[in-house]
């Protein structure tokens, strides 16, 4: 045991946390079992530890485990929280708890056992908490964190603090919100950045970012779908030709025979396939309001701009990645669909937008919402793109 406070308080005291992340400040820290989600690189443990710094320090109270540790092959999750316990402590932090073999069912038995014990635990995005699992269902509370925002990523780049919006505020007062910002930083110098590596916390590493990017992709599929899907190896190849086909032709309607095909699979294991690259947040799906998986999706996007250029960095196109942004961006707080007026995006089923390089001059409709690129502040009802990065 006093090997893990060692570490833990090693981690605690050497944890980089630039940015301090919005969802430290929207999780109920009052529930006794919580799940942090997320895709693979966009800093799960950090949150885990930089939470540990801010509540409680090195105070042994708390602590961290990571089940990467061989202490877990010969001894249970529920053995160690009895012994922390014992110990007086209160917070156990969990990480890479999909390595752990029975761990929903010991979560189930530590949330019973031990009244009052706190059990945080971080997850892959691809794990289905509560659709898919009797043991914690209905006991745990699940958020998700995302990759940094356009904001974060300014506030990383500038030192500055700027707040985040709500899409209400956006709508209403965009001029005003984007002017106030443009009198302090200049926006689109940061813009074409951060749709290139600004979305994962690892870019900040000295390393190459798109190869990095690119060792995680392949963990996603590796880690993240087969093993968490148990899905046998002899399929990954089949999984990763189709991402790089559905990639080299987002946004778009997949023609899933034509898959099928290529791939050399059924219909139905295509569908499955988009699936989990979607849980993965390799890919987003795009439907019309009412449809949902299993019915094939309208259109298929990659998850953000950072991914597209690992792919294919030579040739990602301007308006395609300009749209993907605007997915990635609304999709994290609100319902995002198929338009059906021929234009991009239906927003919480009442807001019509369209992307676009520049405003449409002479061809604003008052029902439409542009969100026009290439512009720093916006009039009535062309607003500038890059503020939709300000909505977390």
């Given at each position: 045991m006093e090997s893990f406070?060692?570490?833990?308080?090693?981690?605690?005291?050497?944890?980089?946390?630039?940015?301090?992340?919005?969802?430290?400040?929207?999780?109920?820290?009052?529930?006794?079992?919580?799940?942090?989600?997320?895709?693979?690189?966009?800093?799960?443990t950090t949150f885990l530890l930089q939470f540990a710094k801010e509540k409680f320090g090195t105070d042994r109270c708390c602590l961290y485990?990571?089940?990467?540790?061989?202490?877990?092959?010969?001894?249970?999750?529920?053995?160690?929280a009895a012994d922390f316990c014992a110990q007086g402590g209160k917070t156990l932090l969990l990480d890479q708890?999909?390595?752990?073999?029975?761990?929903?069912?010991?979560?189930?038995?530590?949330?019973?056992?031990?009244?009052?014990?706190?059990?945080?635990?971080?997850?892959?995005?691809?794990?289905?908490?509560i659709e898919e699992n009797d043991d914690l269902k209905d006991i745990v509370s699940s958020y998700n964190?995302?990759?940094?925002?356009?904001?974060?990523?300014?506030?990383?780049?500038?030192?500055?603090?700027?707040?985040?919006?709500?899409?209400?505020?956006?709508?209403?007062n965009h001029a005003e919100i984007a002017q106030k910002i443009c009198k302090q930083v200049k926006p689109l110098d940061y813009f074409q950045a951060y749709l290139h590596h600004g979305y994962y916390p690892f870019f900040l590493e000295n390393r190459n970012f798109l190869e990095n990017l690119l060792k995680t992709m392949n963990m996603m599929l590796e880690v993240d779908i087969l093993l968490i899907r148990q899905i046998e190896l002899k399929?990954?190849?089949?999984?990763?030709?189709?991402?790089?086909?559905?990639?080299?032709?987002?946004?778009?309607?997949?023609?899933?025979s034509q898959l099928s095909k290529e791939i050399e699979t059924s219909r139905a294991t295509i569908m499955n396939y988009i699936k989990y690259l979607k849980d993965a947040r390799l890919l987003n799906t795009l439907y019309t309001e009412g449809d949902e998986y299993p019915k094939k999706p309208n259109q298929v996007y990659v998850h953000n701009t950072n991914l597209m250029y690992a792919v294919s960095p030579e040739s990602v196109d301007q308006l395609a990645e300009r749209k993907t942004f605007f997915?990635?961006?609304?999709?994290?707080?609100?319902?995002?669909?198929?338009?059906?007026f021929n234009l991009d995006f239906c927003i919480d089923q009442q807001y019509h937008f369209k992307c676009s390089n520049k405003p449409e001059?002479?061809?604003?409709?008052?029902?439409?919402?542009?969100?026009?690129d290439e512009i720093e502040v916006g009039s009535k009802n062309v607003i500038p793109l890059w503020l939709f990065g300000f909505l977390y």
């Open positions: 406070y060692k570490t833990h308080k090693y981690l605690v005291e050497h944890v980089q946390s630039p940015v301090r992340r919005m969802l430290m400040d929207e999780i109920d820290w009052s529930q006794r079992l919580i799940a942090i989600k997320g895709s693979r690189g966009v800093g799960k485990i990571n089940f990467n540790n061989f202490y877990f092959t010969e001894h249970t999750l529920v053995e160690f708890t999909f390595k752990y073999e029975n761990w929903s069912k010991e979560l189930r038995e530590c949330y019973d056992r031990f009244p009052e014990l706190q059990i945080i635990f971080s997850g892959s995005s691809v794990m289905r908490l964190l995302r990759g940094f925002s356009f904001r974060e990523f300014l506030n990383l780049q500038t030192g500055k603090n700027f707040q985040a919006y709500n899409l209400t505020d956006i709508l209403e399929y990954l190849s089949k999984i990763r030709k189709l991402l790089y086909l559905l990639m080299n032709s987002t946004p778009g309607a997949p023609n899933i997915y990635n961006a609304l999709h994290a707080r609100h319902k995002v669909n198929m338009c059906k001059t002479g061809k604003s409709y008052s029902k439409v919402i542009y969100a026009a």
